[in-house]
């Protein structure tokens, strides 16, 4: 296991010891209240859910996991730390009052899974994972391999265009123009270390037979807003404008996080 706040031997940046800070910092505060709203918004939309079997990869503290299992699926959570798979686990039982049998909890790295939960699987979930590997390329390739030919790929990764635009809104010039913007994987900083834009998602699909069906930005205004909503009624708002132009161009282009579906031909086998 790597260090607490440092990166592992293959470049990647796990969780461990950061589920009160994820907790706290992205899942009680607006931001992430308005990832959660707009995920269960759009996923209805932009998937088939027929109750399959779901693959969640990265799971991270089980909200999506919870999502699919409430609708009937039948759902295997993996995720490299164990601290957040065990703060899931129990959320799961406690706070969701879901059966033991509704997730199966696989504490193991996306790369591991061929060996650990080869699938083929109908539906994978891939959500806030890839811009925290060191070679995101290779991870498109393995969820590929994972998924099942006319299977569903759930991605979401961070949208490297929207942190630049944030940056220059920010002020932070120089770092917008020069395009240092990955973070170092270091301490508790959550910068992202591999933040992708969407036309490397549209070229490593094609090299691994994936074909976006679906795309939309989540969070396309929040970030940028210079007041954050003081309000219900203006959190209200923000919500219903979130949701009218997160599937239009060039609206969705600049969402903090773009999401995804990504089907496999049925001719690959």
Known sequence: MPTPYEL?????????????????????????ELRLAMLDYLLPQMLRLDQQSVLDIGGGLGQQAAWFAE??????????SIDMLDYARQW????????????????APLQALIDETPGPWPMITCHAV???????????????????????????????????FSNAV???????LSDRLEGM????????????????????????????????GIRVFQDYL????????????????EKQYCRLDPHWRLGRY?????????AVQ
């Open 185 to 216: 994987g270091k301490r508790q900083r959550l910068t992202p270390i591999s933040p992708v834009t969407h036309a490397q998602i549209e070229a490593w699909g094609a090299e691994n037979q994936l074909v976006i069906t679906e795309v939309a």
């Open 170 to 176: 920010k002020g932070n010039l120089e770092k917008a």
């Open 8 to 32: 592992t031997h293959a470049g990647d940046r796990y969780f461990d010891g950061l589920v009160d800070k994820f907790s706290r910092s992205l899942y009680q505060a607006p931001r992430g």
């Open 258 to 266: 773009l999401l995804y579906t990504l089907t496999k031909s049925e």
């Open 130 to 164: 890839l811009e925290w590997l060191g070679d995101p390329r290779a991870a498109i390739a393995v969820l590929a391999d994972l998924l099942a030919p006319g299977g569903q790929l759930s991605l979401m990764v961070f949208n490297r265009d929207a942190l630049r």
């Open 92 to 107: 799961h039982r406690e706070a969701k009052g879901l059966p033991h049998e509704a997730i199966r909890y696989v504490n």
């Open 226 to 241: 210079r007041h954050p909503p003081a309000s219900d009624g203006e959190r209200e708002t923000l919500l219903a404008l």
């Open 71 to 80: 609708r009937g699926h039948s759902v295997t959570m993996a995720e490299p």
